[in-house]
């Protein structure tokens, strides 16, 4: 029964809810929509490559932080990149 009552979760008290609020993560802004003057091109892989890992894999929303609408629009850059043998479809 004493473990119950040291129990941080049965007991929240001040210092656990700081502590709750202090470990709390911002959310990410998209970098499209936070800066109208970058514009996504499919023939600028060195601006993609920002949303590629070292694989080559596309990175999730997620990781990059990008809406669901640019998100997309990054998809799209890459795969034409990729087509047009700018960026690899996989890494060795």
């Known amino acids: ?6 129990n941080k979760r049965n ?4 210092d656990y809810d700081d502590d709750y609020k202090a ?3 911002r959310k990410k802004v998209c970098p499209l929509c936070a800066d109208n003057t970058l514009v996504l ?3 600028n892989p060195e601006q993609l490559r920002k949303f590629v890992n070292e694989k080559g894999k596309i990175l999730p929303r997620r990781t990059t932080g ?3 609408k640019h998100q997309r629009d990054i998809t799209t850059a890459v795969n ?3 087509t047009i043998a700018m960026l690899p479809f996989e890494a060795k």
């Open 80 to 82: 034409r990149c990729r």
């Open 66 to 68: 990008a809406c669901a």
């Open 23 to 25: 470990k709390r993560i």
């Open 41 to 43: 091109d499919y023939k």
């Open 11 to 14: 007991n929240r008290n001040k």
């Open 1 to 6: 029964m004493a473990d119950r009552k040291n």
